[in-house]
């Protein structure tokens, strides 16, 4: 009698454990696990560059992996995380020498993101404009072909091509992934 009360609670417990984990936003979205690929990336990218951040590399890279993929819009709060996301933003700048991604993956895995949370255009726009100024991604001309075979991204294709990109930006951009 008492194995099969010990057995019963057990299986709630689980079952209640299964529920969180599916509508946690860590698991929410399938894209959770570009996400948690570029973590790592950033990680190993950080480690072999020597920064201030050695001591903290976990929750730097976390920071700087949300910045990225989140569009500003916080899916998920970590105290931790929390209090990097002004060095991020201060830092974002020098972001584009760690080469933690090729910009064209990069730019494909944001817009499955961007698909699969629905962010508005005008966010994923000004969010992709934002990356573009700082070398992370590719814009205008230069947007990725790769990404026509996304389902339901066109419009923000559309948004990405239709970004404004100067002369010099491009020359910089290309000067910049030269060997990517």
């Not at 698991?27 to 570029?38: D, V």
């Not at 895995?109 to 966010?123: C, D, F, G, N, Y």
């Amino acid at each position: 009698m008492t194995e099969a009360i010990i057995l019963g609670v057990v299986t709630a417990l689980g079952a209640l454990a299964s529920n969180y984990a599916k509508t946690h936003p860590f698991y929410k979205y399938k894209t959770q696990k570009l996400k948690e690929q570029y973590l790592a990336k950033a990680m190993n990218a950080f480690h072999r560059q020597q920064n201030k951040h050695q001591h903290e590399i976990y929750f730097y890279s976390m920071a700087v992996t949300d910045f990225v993929f989140d569009f500003n819009k916080r899916l998920h709060h970590d105290h931790h995380v929390e209090r990097l996301m002004p060095q991020v933003h201060a830092e974002k700048n020098m972001l584009y020498k760690y080469q933690i991604e090729f910009p064209n993956v990069l730019c494909e895995q944001i817009v499955r993101r961007a698909v699969e949370v629905k962010a508005p255009i005008s966010l994923f726009t000004h969010h992709m404009r934002e990356l573009w100024m700082i070398y992370l991604v590719p814009a205008g001309k230069l947007t990725p072909n790769t990404l026509n075979k996304i389902p339901g991204a066109e419009s923000y294709i559309a948004a990405l091509f239709n970004l404004p990109t100067t002369k010099e930006q491009v020359n910089k951009y290309l000067d910049l992934h030269a060997y990517d």
